[in-house]
């Protein structure tokens, strides 16, 4: 298992960016040279970036002896959104990172079945983004995730910086029609869906709108794992929940062999 630190020129973007990939050992992969490795995009929230999850979790220790690969891009604080600034960070995630990570790594699969996003707080709403609004993932988790604001809910986020939230998803007294609200993107997928699973603490002040999202995307058709516990919203919690992911996840892992 190799531990990569790279920077791309992203075209979408016009700025270099970061990017940690954790790569499987060609040795433990089966018929090395011509398989498809199954790629894991890892997510951060808000204040976090491409080291997040490597510092702040065992997510070396949960991929090793397996053939996922691991990429865990840099986004700032942009919500996985084309901005309305003119920054298209969607774009370069969901649609430019892929090509460049196969130009960097041609035996990453580009099959769909083969492709998974997980994210955290943002990271969550970036993960149920990119699966609803891009035919690239089978599969997506959400850990804490800002899955879903009223508009009341959205004010008040939005108070103490409201050029800020309003340079990222535009109207902010309708937020609930905004094209960026998760719902409004899971009503427009005509494709196959994504398979989707979403964990949040009972006492984490995102709760309720993941009770909500769970509730709802059901209705379109969406196949929906929904769990909670105790717990609020801190790395302790997504760095147990992870181990959760990866068991959901089909891929060839078990928890008492990896982290042996």
């Known amino acids: 298992m190799a531990i990569l630190d790279i920077e791309y020129y992203s075209e979408v973007l016009e700025i270099v960016r970061p990017l940690k990939v954790i790569y499987p050992e060609p040795s433990k992969i089966e018929n090395y040279k011509g398989v498809d490795i199954p790629v894991l995009y890892l997510l951060h929230g808000m204040s976090g970036n491409q080291n997040s999850w490597l510092v702040r979790t065992g997510i070396d220790r949960l991929v090793r002896q397996t053939e996922l690969a691991v990429v865990m891009p840099a986004t700032d604080d942009a919500w996985y959104t084309n901005t309305t600034y003119g920054q298209r960070y969607f774009d370069a995630v969901a649609l430019e990172l892929p090509q460049v990570l196969h130009n960097f790594f041609p035996n990453l699969s580009t099959k769909r079945e083969k492709n998974f996003v997980a994210g955290l707080s943002m990271g969550g709403y970036g993960a149920f983004k990119l699966a609803l609004g891009t035919a690239h993932f089978s599969y997506a988790a959400s850990l804490s995730g800002a899955l879903y604001f009223t508009n009341d809910l959205f004010k008040e986020h939005a108070a103490a ?52 999202i769970a509730r709802e995307l059901p209705k379109f058709g969406y196949d929906l794992t929904y769990e909670t516990a105790h717990g609020r919203h801190e790395w302790y919690y997504w760095a147990k929940q992870l181990e959760r992911v990866f068991a959901w996840l089909p891929i060839d892992w078990k928890k008492e062999e990896r982290l042996s």
């Open 161 to 212: 910086r409201p050029d800020y939230w309003r340079g990222i998803f535009g109207d902010l007294d309708h937020f609930e029609e905004n094209p960026n609200q998760l719902l409004n993107i899971a009503k427009m997928q005509s494709g196959e869906k994504p398979k989707l699973y979403a964990w949040c603490g009972l006492e984490d002040d995102l709760c309720a709108g993941n009770d909500f």
